[in-house]
């Protein structure tokens, strides 16, 4: 199990805005070694209680929030993570179980039997947790990511475009899932991730102060399509 804490924040941008502060970014920081050319695409599916617990905690609430969500690579469908994300306060907490495609299977049918004899303690706490809450899959989610990376204080910077959804027969592995868009053609989202504090040339790069600062997540927006009828722009 991978456990990270870091800062947070996002902001929402337009094409042109992204590629600018890209161009600005190059000068300090590099892409990760995924983000040659335009990036990579990131698969989600999201759990949530039977009564929508976790969408409800973050509409009621800025500073307290969590999901739950198997992510993959459609590029790289080996690579399989059970992933489990807390923001408290300022600082997001995101602990990472590596799973094979087989228990991605189990449990978007609603089997959690087998994280309940995982070696790791984290396994089993979710399985409790996820059993005792009845939690079930309830949205995909699909966008490219251009991210870069700097070791020091853990720094990323990722652009996150052509955002897409779905909920109903959710299947991880399709490889042409119909995929509704999510909030406005040509919008990106860009998230600051870093321990302790942000460094002061990224700062200037990036440029955050003339920026729109964004309040919710892709979780957040793509779910609102359904719970309220309406798509986030």
Known sequence: MQDLERYESKYLLNFKEALLIQKRLEQYIKPDKYSEGTGYRVRSIYFDTIFNRDFYMREESASHRRHIRIRTYPDAMDTISLELKEKNGVTIRKRILPVTRRMTQEMLSGDFR????HKDPFGRMLYREMTLETYRPVV????QRKAYAREENNTRITFDSCIRSKEGNLDLFDPQPFLAP????GEVIMELKYTDFF???????VGTRLLRQEAAGKYQRSRMISMSGRNIL
């Open 114 to 117: 087998c994280l309940k004899q």
């Open 140 to 143: 995909m989610i699909e966008y």
């Open 182 to 185: 999510v909030g406005h053609q």
């Open 199 to 205: 460094m002061s040339d990224l700062k200037s790069a």
